[in-house]
């Protein structure tokens, strides 16, 4: 029997990605879902060419457009936020989350326990909310597999019955394109040189992150909920080749990790076939062409908020949500020329400088705290 897949946000790179791996195994695999935000005529050509039961437009002023491009088809359409929330609810053997942003947080609560295994590549949600999210999957029959090439890693050489002999979670960061330059340098930054990634093209929001290094402070606090891990055990290291994507300390001296030329299919493989591998069309690693690996610090100067990310996971769930929250903020003023790169950091630091402890204790004090910050966020780009 084929496995029914569900898709949240297919016209990602995730998602994309996931589509090319089905398409290598169409006799293993049903597409039932297919989720986008607006990019309505890449979603009715992949609906048509995997025959999805059913199709998302989260842009409601897209939802005539999908509904004339897919005249004809036997083929559920729906549009807006909720519908894609309702979606997420239905019963699948996997569901692939690339949708990015807070915004993807009750989608994936929705799929935990109605779905078998989650795929999931959405840090903001596990850094806001981690607790509740891994609560409820341990309750449940929903297997929990990060996307992320660096946490995937670690799952795949994390080994829970010597959980109490792990020393030490490393995640590598590339260094994205500002791992040379000096602070001056980075005063005059545009939106366009910042999502200009040396290895890899991205969407824009998560390439900011990555040349500012929020991404792999991020990253820290993720593998810390995700593999129920303290902040003193978890840590990362610049690795510009981008070979090795993770690694695990033990107490005998072993260090494990995996390794791979950077293809987002490698970590979704994981998730199709759990616990077995899929095979796939891949570019085989070629350790005679690749010469050396090199390795070094995250520099604190360039790099101030990485150093932040680590401090906000001490203090707990509200200095998390207050820093990514204020981060998502700050970076799409940066797109839109609103504030400088370094600006990023000022804004963030404000924020957190300013917030107030507050309980966290339901998911809907993460949404409240969540806008609360991202109204605050507003007010402090305002007076810059």
């Known amino acids: 029997m084929k496995k029914k897949i569900c898709i949240l946000g297919s016209t990602g790179s995730i998602g994309c990605n996931t589509l090319n791996l089905i398409s290598q195994h169409q006799d293993k695999y049903e597409v039932e879902t297919l989720t986008a935000n607006e990019n309505v005529k890449k979603l009715a050509l992949q609906a048509i060419e995997f025959r999805a039961k059913n199709v998302v437009i989260c842009d409601d002023s897209k939802f005539k457009e999908l509904k004339e491009l897919l005249s004809g088809y036997d083929i559920k359409i729906f549009s807006g936020y909720d519908e894609l929330v309702n979606l997420a609810g239905l019963k699948y053997d996997i569901t692939v989350v690339g949708i990015s942003g807070i915004i993807a947080l009750k989608p994936i609560m929705e799929a935990i326990g109605n779905s078998k295994v989650l795929g999931l590549a959405n840090k903001e949600s596990i850094v806001c909310a981690g607790d509740f999210i891994t609560n409820k999957a341990k309750n449940s029959i929903t297997k929990i597999i990060p996307l992320d090439s660096e946490h995937n890693a670690i799952f795949q050489v994390f080994e ?17 394109p500002f791992l040379n330059k000096s602070i001056d340098e980075l005063k005059n930054i545009t939106p366009k040189e910042a999502i200009r990634h040396p290895k ?16 792999k402070g991020l ?6 909920k995700l593999f129920n891990l303290d902040i003193d055990k978890v840590d990362a290291i610049i690795h510009p080749e981008s ?54 610090e995250i520099n604190r100067e360039l790099f101030p908020l990485f150093y932040l ?3 906000a996971y001490r203090f707990g769930n509200y200095a998390l949500i207050a820093f990514n929250v204020s981060n998502e903020v700050a970076v799409e003023a940066f797109l839109n020329n609103r504030v400088s790169f370094l600006g990023i950091d000022k804004v963030v630091k404000i924020i957190m400088n300013q917030t107030e402890p507050i309980n966290i204790s339901t998911l809907e004090d993460v949404l409240n705290f969540t806008d609360k910050i991202e109204k605050e966020t507003k007010t402090v780009l305002q007076k810059l």
């Open 160 to 176: 829970e019955k010597n959980r109490d002999n792990i020393e030490k979670v490393m995640l590598t960061a590339s260094g994205g």
């Open 200 to 215: 890899w093209k991205m969407g824009d929001k998560i390439s900011v992150d990555c040349a500012n290094m929020v991404n």
């Open 219 to 224: 990253e820290v606090i993720e593998a810390c």
């Open 243 to 296: 070979i090795i994507h993770g690694m695990v300390y033990y107490a005998d001296g072993s260090v494990l990790s995996q390794m791979g030329y950077h293809d987002m299919r490698t970590p979704i493989s994981t998730v199709l076939e759990y616990p077995k591998r899929v095979r796939f069309n891949y570019n085989h690693l070629d350790f005679s062409k690749i010469g050396s690996l090199n390795f070094k």
């Open 309 to 311: 990310a680590k401090e």
